[in-house]
């Protein structure tokens, strides 16, 4: 967030602002452009960008875009716990809920892809 910071107080980013992997304009949908434009909304300077970005996209899909981030925050992506905290006040009951659900899910996942299974399976191969 604090590069993010330096970038949105530089002007001339909101008409030349390329974050995107993919060749030509920010496709908005994919991560690096989602986390920018989670982020620059948490600051409230995505509005700048409206050259760069779809802002009216983003808009209208907010839930969408918060899932996203909701899922990456419980993969334990720390980018956007920070972008979270200033997200907390969009937080809805149905997206606490999609939130513990991945939760769940992710630290399930956790525990079950562990090398002790693996250690496990070759232990008994080597009897
Ligand atoms: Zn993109």
Not at 74 to 82: G, I
């Amino acid at each position: 967030m604090q590069k993010l910071k330096i970038v949105a107080d530089y002007v001339p980013s909101y008409k030349y602002l390329n974050v995107c992997l993919k060749d030509g304009n920010n496709c908005g949908r994919f991560e690096k452009c989602v986390r920018t434009m989670t982020g620059l909304d948490a600051l409230g300077k995505l509005d700048y960008y409206r050259e760069v970005f779809d802002v009216d996209y983003y808009n209208s899909h907010k839930t969408w875009y918060m899932k996203k981030m909701l899922k990456r925050i419980a993969r334990k992506k720390h980018d956007y716990f920070e972008i979270y905290a200033f997200k907390r006040k969009d937080m809805t009951v149905s997206l606490y809920i999609y939130k513990e659900i991945y939760n769940i899910f992710y630290s399930f996942r956790n525990i079950a892809g562990k090398p002790t299974i693996i250690n496990f399976v070759k232990h008994l191969i080597r009897r």
